[in-house]
């Protein structure tokens, strides 16, 4: 939790700053933090010793866990919950799991489907903390459209009706918790009253259970008065602090981090509104926010294209560099050649020019000494780089000898010694030794691979190596995976095999898990190299 106190002095910013870059350097560790919860949770609701009801809790759980984290998922739970709550014929959980379905919706920016989720619930059979959702949900939705589609005629009766919701919220909200607050801290933000929302503010942070989630959504929304009423610095700050809750509850759905991004640029700050703006639209990917991708791409190419003129200003200026030190290197000839017939003017002090040279020559072998050791090191670092690319040239090689043998044979009409020539060419050895190659580069860079990756199945499931064998075929799929090649028909391509081969591997693969099949790629994905 960070400090209340995090905006009493002038360095603030630059504090939260620093905290930030932090917590996005540790961002792989939070969103482990939450996959490892899904696991669990997961394993639990696909065990056959718990009952509908137990199930039907669980699922809400994982949906929790899912709804401002990845979009699908948290759908795919929705759906889980709807069938659990229609077989269990429970009106009340049946108009719950709407309710939570269109929360998701919402998030998407899928507004025509949320609306029609909205209006085909009850609220007659929801528990009186429901229905303070349901009509809140609402409020969110109109304001959402109005902001969505900026249209001046028609967002005025989506505000009103937002208000109107909200207040009816408010109704089922216990007053000094954070429902109620969260509702009042809604309903200044659409009535841009800076001061009720900054005392409102100052109460959800006195809260003695205030979770990091409900900081950063609380925050964020402070924020956009202050910057309404024209203190930026103000609402740079509280953006970090919900910038910051976010990254490190690896939420997804969040607006904080973009109107960072935009905020750094205009204060020329490119370097980290470049860093920020890359966050926020992998943010949005994950999720797959829709409206959020269509508001991101304005700043983003502006960022980017910004960026590019940096790049090719520094390219200029390392081109007037180049020429200046080329001039300066012809100078220091001259001089040389200069210094060279003096020397030969001084003959009597050959036997110095003598000495020292020898000693120039001893540290000139230290030297020597250091570069190989250098080059040792370089070496090694370039090892996974140069493999390849040693690889590639011996294919070019053969290539080049093929066809030169080719054009003997073909020029001499030696038409058996082509035959000959192309029987020579083994594909399937070539294909094995450039996959041995793979194998032997990718384990240097993921050595844990086999043992993370056998740990998502049960003992009697997981693949068992042979003694000189490094990776089999399922796993090589799923290395390539790992590596961002997530499109089957180009793994095919690379493999050898046809891409419904390869559909067979992967789901059998998935299948033997006791993961869910639609989150397995992403536990591969997690799987951290050196």
Avoid: W
């Avoid at 009423?229 to 953006?239: C, M, V, W």
């Avoid at 000693?359 to 140069?386: C, F, P, S, T, V």
């Avoid at 054009?407 to 399937?428: H, P, R, W």
């Amino acid at each position: 939790m960070l400090p209340a106190h995090a905006f009493s002095n002038a360095e603030a910013a630059d504090s939260l700053l620093t905290v930030l870059n932090e917590a996005l350097a540790q961002k792989k560790h939070y969103d482990g933090q939450r996959l490892n919860r899904i696991a669990v949770l997961t394993a639990d609701f696909a065990s056959s010793e718990v009952n509908n009801n137990t199930k039907f809790d669980l699922g809400l759980r994982i949906y929790d866990e899912y709804k401002a984290f990845k979009y699908d998922s948290a759908f795919v739970y929705c759906q889980k919950i709807t069938r659990l709550a229609e077989q269990l014929g429970n009106p009340e959980k049946i108009e719950v799991a709407k309710l939570k379905l269109a929360f998701v919706l919402l998030s998407s920016g899928l507004f025509k489907e949320t609306f029609e989720t909205l209006d085909s619930i009850d609220p007659g059979q929801l528990a009186e903390t429901d229905k303070q959702s349901f009509y809140f949900l609402k409020a969110r939705a109109f304001s959402d459209l109005g902001d969505f589609n900026q249209d001046q005629t028609y967002r005025p009766a989506y505000y009103t009706k937002a208000l109107a919701y909200a207040d009816t919220a408010l109704r089922f909200s216990r007053p000094g918790s954070y429902e109620y607050l969260s509702v009042q801290e809604f309903r200044a933000q659409k009535t841009n009253n800076l001061p009720a929302g900054a005392a409102v503010y100052r109460q959800i942070r006195a809260l003695p259970r205030l979770t990091l989630h409900q900081l950063a959504v609380s925050a964020s929304t402070t924020a956009y008065l202050y910057e309404l009423a024209g203190q930026g610095n103000k609402a740079f700050e509280l953006l970090l602090v919900s910038a910051i809750a976010d990254v490190k509850t690896a939420t997804k759905e969040t607006t904080a981090i973009f109107k960072l991004s935009d905020y750094c640029y205009r204060q020329g700050d490119l370097k980290n509104a470049y860093t920020f703006i890359k966050e926020a639209r992998e943010d949005a990917a994950f999720y797959k926010a829709r409206q959020r991708q269509i508001e991101m791409s304005h700043v983003s190419s502006i960022i980017e294209g910004q960026k590019i003129n940096i790049i090719e200003n520094q390219r200029k200026s390392l081109k007037t560099y180049a020429i200046i030190m080329t001039a300066l290197a012809g100078v220091v000839i001259g001089f040389a050649v200069v210094s060279v017939r003096q020397l030969r003017k001084l003959r009597r002090a050959g036997r110095l020019i003598f000495a020292t040279n020898q000693q120039l020559r001893d540290r000139n072998g230290e030297l020597r000494q250091l570069n190989n050791g250098l080059n040792e090191a370089n070496k090694i670092k370039e090892e996974y780089i140069g493999f390849y690319f040693h690889n590639n040239s011996q294919y070019i090689d053969k290539i080049e000898a093929l066809k030169k043998r080719l054009d003997n044979l073909l020029s001499s009409k030696q038409y058996a010694g082509v035959q000959k020539l192309i029987d020579g060419v083994n594909i399937k050895t070539e294909r094995n030794d450039l996959l041995k190659g793979f194998d032997t580069v990718f384990l240097r860079l993921f050595p844990n691979f086999i043992t993370q990756f056998n740990a998502l199945f049960h003992e009697e499931e997981r693949i068992k190596l042979g003694e000189d064998q490094l990776l089999t075929t399922e796993l090589r799929i799923f290395a390539l995976i790992r590596l961002g090649i997530d499109d089957s028909e180009q793994i095919s391509r690379m493999l050898g095999y046809s891409i419904n081969t390869i559909y067979t591997y992967k789901t059998r693969v998935k299948n033997r898990s006791f993961l869910p099949n639609e989150e397995f790629e992403a536990r591969i994905q997690a799987i951290q190299a050196v």
